[in-house]
């Protein structure tokens, strides 16, 4: 472990009568590549959420790089000044379509950061030249393939300058070999940005291969934290046993 970059504590959140996280204590390092695994509604996207400030937890606190973010119910005053380093990837890219790429790329840091139009275009075309899409600047949405556009979300979240980046199942919709481009996109970006990427994913493959740290998520609860190796070959846990037998690679 680098340093403490997250740091959630006693998180617990409900959705009417359902349970969806339990007394969650959940840690991340700078550089650190966490895959989160699971069933569906155990608690894997409402975890990436409460991270990135989509939803509030009912209980537990969260710092973010030594700031207590989320505490007593609610933001702080801390959040504002960290929010634009959590970055968030979605599976459905949540592209524009009316949009080019650029347009895509700009809309929020020109809104959020009151970036100039010249300051943005700059940043969009650093973006995609670390995602390998630089050549699609003027590119529809539907110019692209699906890894494409996912490349673009990527890229997109980068114009914020995260510290963070959050990915909920970005590569289910995509055949291994481009998961595994995506995979390559993250790899480099942690080396050569430094940056930190939790992700939720069902593919076992792209699991093993992306994880510095495996997170098992079982009805709300984390209950395998620990090494991809150790959990896919060592692991004595029934629940993570009997998930991935369901799923095995």
């Given at each position: ?82 929010e634009s380093h959590v970055g968030m990837v979605f599976q459905s890219y949540t592209l524009w379509p009316h949009m080019d790429v650029l347009g895509n790329m700009t ?143």
């Amino acid at each position: 472990m680098g340093d403490v970059l997250v740091a959630a504590t006693g998180l617990q959140k409900s959705f009417g009568d359902r349970v969806i996280l339990k007394n969650v204590d959940f840690g991340m390092a700078l550089g650190d590549i966490t895959v989160i695994i699971g069933k569906s509604g155990s608690g894997k996207s409402t975890l990436l959420r409460a991270i990135a400030g989509l939803t509030d937890p009912d209980e537990g606190t969260i710092a973010f790089d030594g700031r207590v973010v989320f505490e007593e119910g609610e933001r702080t005053d801390d959040w504002a000044d960290v929010e634009s380093h959590v970055g968030m990837v979605f599976q459905s890219y949540t592209l524009w379509p009316h949009m080019d790429v650029l347009g895509n790329m700009t809309l929020a840091p020109r809104k959020r950061l009151k970036l100039s139009a010249s300051e943005a275009a700059d940043r969009a075309e650093v973006a995609l030249g670390e995602v390998g899409m630089a050549h699609h600047l003027r590119s529809r949405p539907s110019q692209l393939s699906g890894g494409e556009r996912q490349r673009v979300a990527i890229a997109r979240a980068l114009m914020m300058q995260p510290k963070l980046l959050l990915c909920d199942e970005i590569t289910s919709a995509l055949d291994p070999p481009v998961a595994a481009e995506v995979l390559d996109v993250l790899r480099r970006l942690k080396a050569e940005e430094g940056l930190a990427v939790a992700l939720v994913t069902h593919d076992m493959a792209f699991a093993a291969k992306a994880a510095d740290r495996l997170v098992f998520f079982h009805e709300g609860e984390i209950a395998v934290n620990t090494t991809p190796d150790e959990a896919f070959n060592r692991s004595t846990n029934p629940d993570l046993k009997k998930f991935v037998d369901a799923v095995r690679f």
